[in-house]
T-cell receptor, first 114, second 117 residues
């Protein structure tokens, strides 16, 4: 069965620190990969997505992610976090042979201290 | 504004009761998916509706049912509520790419927080 693992459940950083959130998936076939962010009380918002091509993808708000196929990983990075990045981050996968549903990780709560 | 509207935003129900949650998709979207997000977990796929039919279903019991209307809006019904049904229920809409059958451009609503007591 497909699954998505996010290694860190809760991360606390100071402003200007660098961020890397891990995401691994288990699926033998080709996948589309996503990172979503959920600010408190708000809807899930797409940060970035990878379908094909350059494995380093850039998203909104200075986030980027790198797809490493051999490691089944899609880690999210940001060089310098801000207090406004405090939110919960979800990695998600859509298998290309089943376009109909996302498989989400359990999420990582990021707290950025001012 | 998410573009996807869900109602109500919060709901408290008693164990054994039935509940109906509603979703209006983003303009131009014809496909609606429902997800359950329990506390501390990521969203779990319940089912998806397209052309007023359930197209795919996740690992949820028959107590969970749905409907899609001709205007693409959708309802999620849960019968015989259990305490474990307490969760945030998310609706996501998307336009179906009829060329490739690939759903892209998913937009999520803010969800309905259901508490079963």
């Amino acid at each position: 069965a497909q699954s998505v693992s996010q290694h860190n459940h809760h991360v606390i950083l100071s402003e200007a620190a660098s961020l890397e959130l891990g995401c691994n998936y288990s699926y033998g076939g080709t996948v589309n990969l996503f990172w979503y962010v959920q600010y408190p009380g708000q809807h899930l918002q797409l940060l970035l997505k990878y379908f094909s091509g350059d494995p380093l993808v850039k998203g909104i708000k200075g986030f980027e992610a790198e797809f490493i196929k051999s490691k089944f990983s899609f880690n999210l990075r940001k060089p310098s976090v801000q207090w406004s990045d405090t939110a919960e981050y979800f990695c998600a996968v859509i298998p290309k042979d089943n376009f109909n549903k996302f498989y989400f990780g359990s999420g990582t709560k990021l707290n950025v201290k001012p | 504004d998410a573009g996807v509207t869900q109602s109500p935003t919060h709901l408290i129900k008693t164990r054994g009761q039935q509940v109906t949650l509603r979703c209006s998709p983003k303009s131009g979207h014809d496909t609606v998916s429902w997800y359950q997000q329990a506390l501390g977990q990521g969203p779990q796929f319940i089912f998806q509706y397209y052309e007023e039919e359930e197209r795919q279903r996740g690992n949820f019991p028959d107590r969970f049912s749905g409907h899609q209307f001709p205007n693409y809006s959708s309802e999620l019904n849960v019968n015989a509520l259990l305490l474990g049904d307490s969760a945030l229920y998310l609706c996501a809409s998307s336009p179906l790419s009829r060329d490739r059958g690939f759903h892209y451009g998913y937009t999520f609503g803010s969800g309905t927080r259901l508490t079963v007591v």
